[in-house]
């Protein structure tokens, strides 16, 4: 009978032992992942301000998909994150199956790279997103939009941006042959609003007629002028030598600029 008192008051003695201790520490704080439910440590190292967050990409991307993200904060926390890619139509990049071939990002679903992303930035609590192995692209454009809803989330600006901090690079083909079989190829590169490489040619089966000492001096004068220029405005059309090929560069200027359409409207 002795040894039981004992031993409850040793369990009692250690119960308020324990509750001392707990009191005297302050709970880890942990964030909610809003995509699988679990609770996680977060690495949260800036003070962040309540409110929700959202950016937009300033134009289509090469691939025809204009980008959203939203970030939700809640008490000093990111908890939640979106993210969104919709075409000229209406139609979000979730609801297109991914094609077979020339498709390179990865094995995953593109939901499965989309909650990597988003499971990356709230577990960090900032955009510096862990890369998703084949869907280089995709991690890039993500990082940026997460960079410019960060940056609002430390000064609690929630008026809606439309930032364009992305290097992307366009390419038109002709849709048909000319009459001697040969179809145009051009490509331009933009960082933000700068165009920064444009390359032009035309090929024949494995032909290109850049191969003629004049005729890649030519293409390097209509390249040359888009350079200067710094838009996708038509260039100078000689009527007298190698009209077909200016006409050419120009449709494809066109193609592009309808690819880069302005997208941001938030």
């Excluded at 900032?126 to 084949?134: A, E, I, K, L």
Aim: proline share 3%; aromatic share 10%.
């Amino acid at each position: 009978m002795q040894r039981i008192k004992q031993n409850m008051i040793f369990t009692l003695i250690l119960i308020f032992a324990c509750l001392l201790l707990l009191s005297g520490c302050s709970k880890k704080e942990l964030v909610n992942n809003s995509i699988t439910g679990e609770i996680l440590d977060s690495e949260k190292s800036e003070a962040l301000i309540d409110g929700t967050y959202t950016a937009t990409s300033k134009y289509y991307d090469p691939r025809g998909y204009g980008q959203k993200i939203t970030a939700s904060v809640h008490k000093g926390i990111i908890t939640k994150v979106t993210y969104e890619e919709t075409n000229a139509q209406g139609t979000n990049r979730l609801s297109v199956p991914s094609p077979k071939d020339g498709w390179t990002e990865t094995d995953l679903s593109l939901s499965a790279i989309y909650s990597k992303l988003y499971t990356s930035f709230i577990e960090k609590q900032n955009p510096s997103v862990d890369s998703v192995t084949g869907a280089t692209q995709t991690t890039e454009n993500f990082k940026s939009l997460a960079a410019s809803v960060f940056d609002d989330c430390k000064t609690g600006d929630t008026t809606p941006k439309v930032i364009n901090d992305f290097i992307w690079t366009y390419t038109a083909e002709s849709p048909a042959e000319d009459a001697l079989g040969y179809k145009g190829k051009l490509s331009i590169t933009f960082d933000n609003d700068a165009i920064t490489q444009v390359v032009y040619d035309e090929y024949k089966d494995n032909n290109l007629k850049s191969s003629n000492v004049l005729m890649k001096q030519y293409f390097a004068s209509l390249t040359k002028e888009t350079m200067q220029k710094q838009t996708l405005a038509p260039v100078t059309v000689d009527p007298v030598n190698t009209p077909l090929e200016a006409a050419k560069y120009n449709e494809l200027l066109q193609i592009i600029a309808n690819q880069r359409m302005l997208f941001g409207s938030v």
